[in-house]
């Protein structure tokens, strides 16, 4: 509605006059979305022909949520109640924002893959320009595999600094709705999305690194 703790709504009571209803309290994430709660005495001096109650809340034991079910849908069937899971309804309320977040879920680790393939092709042209240093520090008794972890702890610490700068903006920018009573953040997913980045990153700058390694090193120094 587009509306906040303070500001006023206009209803319109069951004898055509209008009365305004001020927003004094909200709550985030419940079962109540959508819906407006008045004192009862109020309600019933607007809507004095309404009767009965359309809507219960029920609290009971997790352990026994499933037989309570069972017996008060078959004790009331003939009136035509519907029993509904608390966690079902948030799940419902919560199922466009869930979509849209196991979207932009996939999308970014689609596009940190991407970019660890980048790293890549960074890490290769980076090592092609360096031929001339590495071919002497071959020359002075450095054995190929020394270089290659050698550019491999270089390009290893940028990769896992970029992570770690990527995962605290990130925890900076959700850390709200992670604080929120009820938040399920899906800590499985998000770890294997990470360990994904991580470990394609660490491959593709390995090979980059044996690529621009592969031959005799040292023929670059004839370039200098």
Not at 92 to 109: M, R
Not at 145 to 168: C, D, I
């Amino acid at each position: 509605m587009g509306k906040k703790v303070g500001d006023t709504l206009e209803y319109t009571d069951e004898r055509g006059r209008i009365f305004d209803v001020r927003i004094v309290a909200a709550l985030a994430n419940s079962i109540l979305q959508g819906n407006l709660l008045i004192a009862e005495d109020e309600f019933v001096a607007r809507f004095p022909s309404e009767a009965g109650y359309r809507f219960f809340l029920i609290d009971a034991p997790t352990q026994d949520a499933v037989a309570l079910s069972k017996v008060i849908s078959r004790a009331l069937r003939d009136s035509g109640l519907e029993l509904t899971p608390a966690t079902g309804r948030l799940a419902a309320f919560n199922a466009v924002q869930n979509t849209y977040l196991s979207t932009f879920q996939a999308l970014g680790g689609l596009g940190l893959l991407l970019g660890s393939v980048g790293l890549g092709v960074v890490v290769m042209r980076n090592v092609f320009e360096r031929r001339g240093e590495l071919a002497l520090l071959s020359a002075v008794g450095f054995h190929p595999r020394a270089l290659k972890w050698l550019v491999m702890s270089e390009h290893g610490a940028l990769l896992l600094l970029g992570l770690g700068v990527g995962l605290v903006a990130a925890l900076a920018a959700v850390l709200p709705a992670l604080l929120s009573p009820g938040a399920a953040v899906p800590y499985r997913s998000l770890a294997l999305t990470l360990a994904t980045v991580l470990i394609s990153g660490a491959a593709w700058t390995w090979i980059a690194t044996a690529l621009a390694l592969r031959g005799r090193v040292v023929d670059a120094l004839r370039n200098e």
